[in-house]
């Protein structure tokens, strides 16, 4: 059984790359300081409570559990936060993540799948965004994901380390057996924000309806996090197999305006849902949608779960378990 080491394992992303290597399987072994990640997340192997900045504490984890591979999830991403405080986001994202590779490299770990995210295009032209885009991020957490991407390019080219970088879009949804699903504190995602809206009985806050595109509010293009999970597992399949290192999006190619996302969730809850409409957010893009093509041909990924239908019912159904 291969052990893999999966940075930021005990978060909403990672969790879930967790379960999907383990039916997989493979060995996940999470390493992860808990900053905004959940102890009791992690399910399907186990947890080194460290932080990926440390080299030793790595080094020895690659060690002491044969790591062949490793998948790094661990990130500071809140937008906001990384525009009042740029210099952390440089030192977690960036400065963590070189010695991350550090310690890989000394261990002589030679494959990593690293999440990347839409951010780095910045603000897009509408179309459907190909890897080949122009990358022109607009907040510093972007700037971080761009940094590492071409970090990954000269070190793993000097290091022998192959990489996919995972640009994901927007990631929605749930464990379909609700065992684990999306706990931010605080929660920036539209869908988690609209059931909790729900259940706290109070309208959902939604943020500009003045945006070119077909409703005024703002285009994203959702991905189901157990389809990301298993596209993870797929990249680290085409690494071992020889595949070119490279980004790929991954999404679903489909754009949901805001609006569309609150009357799917008000088919899915059967009631509607008082909305309060504010004014745009700094920095939102009118639409990001992905040209998911490269993901599809090169690790033969289909999105199975992301109609939004899907993403809003395991969203619930974990919600639901929340008490
Ligand atoms: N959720 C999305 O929609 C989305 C979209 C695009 C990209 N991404 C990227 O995907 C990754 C996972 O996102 P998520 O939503 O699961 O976030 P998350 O906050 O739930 O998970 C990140 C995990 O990394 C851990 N971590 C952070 N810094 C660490 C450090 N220095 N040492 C050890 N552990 C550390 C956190 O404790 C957490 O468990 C992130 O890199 C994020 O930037 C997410």
Known sequence: MDAILVV??????GSHACK??????????TLDNLRTGHADAVKWGPLVEADFGDVETVRQTIREHGIVAAMHFGALSLV???VAEPARYYANNVSGTLRLLEALGAEGVGRIVFSSSAAVYGEAS???IP????????????????????????IGQAQGLAWCA???????????????????EPETHLIPNVLKAVRAGRPVKLFGSDYPTPDGSVVRDYVHVADLADA??????FLAGGGESQPMNLGSGEGLSVKQIVAAAE????????????????GDPPCLVADPTRAKHRLHWAPSRSHVDTLIRTAQAFEATRG
Do not use: C
């Open 232 to 237: 993870h597992v797929a990249a680290l399949k």
């Open 80 to 82: 906001a936060e990384s």
């Open 166 to 184: 995972l640009r994901y879009f927007n990631a929605a949804g749930a464990d379909e057996a609700g065992e684990i699903g999306e706990r931010h």
């Open 126 to 128: 509408g179309e459907p």
């Open 267 to 282: 088919r899915v809850l059967g009631h509607p849902i008082p909305a309060e409409m504010g004014p745009r957010r700094a």
């Open 20 to 29: 999907a290597l383990a039916l997989a399987g493979y060995k996940p072994v």
């Open 8 to 13: 930021g394992g005990a978060g909403y992303v």
């Open 131 to 154: 890897e080949d885009a122009p990358l022109n991020p607009i907040n510093p957490y972007g700037e971080t994901k761009r940094v590492i991407e071409g970090a990954l390019r000269f």
